[in-house]
């Protein structure tokens, strides 16, 4: 299996920055992709960003030029960094990783979630 360790978030204000990690342990050298999505009481949870294992990224329209997807390839972590908060993008953020094992077999794990707040 493989296991996701969140941690980063918490209460900025508008036009603020925050800093969200991810960092896998387990049986994670099948990762094939990352994703970031959010998830807002009332709304649907939507995806934010994707790494792909040959390190392309995708990002939602909402986000993108404040929003970067990254990794430390050495410590297994990968990382959002989020730029020019706006009251919108308050959400709880979970990374999700896609995985093939050493049978082919394709998993899909998820974080534990962490709340990011921009609010005066």
């Known amino acids: 299996q493989v296991q996701l360790v969140e941690s980063g978030g918490g209460l900025v204000q508008p036009g603020g920055s925050l800093r969200l990690s991810c960092a896998a342990s387990g049986s994670i050298s099948g990762i094939y992709d990352m994703n970031w999505y959010r998830q807002t009481p009332g709304k649907q949870r939507e995806l934010v960003a994707t790494?792909?294992?040959?390190?392309?990224?995708k990002y939602a329209d909402f986000v993108k030029g404040r929003f970067t997807i990254s990794r430390d390839s050495t410590k297994s972590t990968w990382y959002l960094q989020m730029t020019s908060l706006k009251t919108e993008d308050t959400a709880v953020y979970y990374c999700k990783a896609e995985n093939i094992d050493a049978q082919n077999r394709n998993g899909s794990y998820w974080g534990q979630g962490e709340q990011d707040t921009a609010s005066s």
């Open positions: 790494m792909a294992a040959d390190g392309s990224t």
